[in-house]
């Protein structure tokens, strides 16, 4: 006689709402302080070329969402999606006007962005530095022994 086995539907279905087993939860990712969960979301945002071409449009000034979807080859419900990110990350606020949403750009929280690279600036520069010293040093020893 052949065992019935559940289909893997019900397998997968049954770990998800599985309470006997506990779950593991990464404390060093979960607690992480407000400001640097504030930063992950600005460079969640920017990492998509679709927002940033967003962006980008909105330094120019406050847009309508309409006529920032116009330009690009997707859908106003993919535009408003798109916003929803930035909105999130605190890069823009939309505001409603009557049956339009204007978008404003909110620079203040690029300045973040700028403070971070800025703190590691000095580590690519004297990283970069130091690999000149190395090649330079290398290309005046091949001169000396010609």
């Keep these: 006689m ?4 559940p289909s893997r539907l019900e397998l997968s279905t049954n770990r998800l709402t599985d ?3 506990p779950a593991t939860i990464n404390h060093m990712v979960d607690n992480l302080p407000a400001q640097n969960q504030q ?3 600005v460079f969640h945002a920017l990492a998509d070329p679709t927002r940033r071409s967003l962006l980008r449009r909105l330094a120019t000034g406050s847009v309508l969402v309409k006529e920032l979807a116009e330009p690009l080859d997707i859908s106003k419900q993919a535009v408003s999606k798109h916003l929803h990110v930035l909105e999130d990350a605190s890069l823009v606020v939309r505001v409603a006007e009557g049956r339009t949403t204007r978008v404003t750009l909110r620079p203040d929280t690029l300045k973040q962005v700028e403070d971070w690279v800025e ?3 000095s580590f690519w520069t004297d990283g970069m530095e130091a690999l000149a010293d190395i ?4 290309e005046s020893e091949q001169e000396s022994a010609e």
């Design 2 to 5: 052949r065992a019935v086995q």
């Design 19 to 21: 309470l006997k087993t």
């Design 39 to 41: 930063l992950d979301r």
């Design 119 to 121: 703190f590691y600036r």
């Design 135 to 138: 090649v330079d040093g290398k």
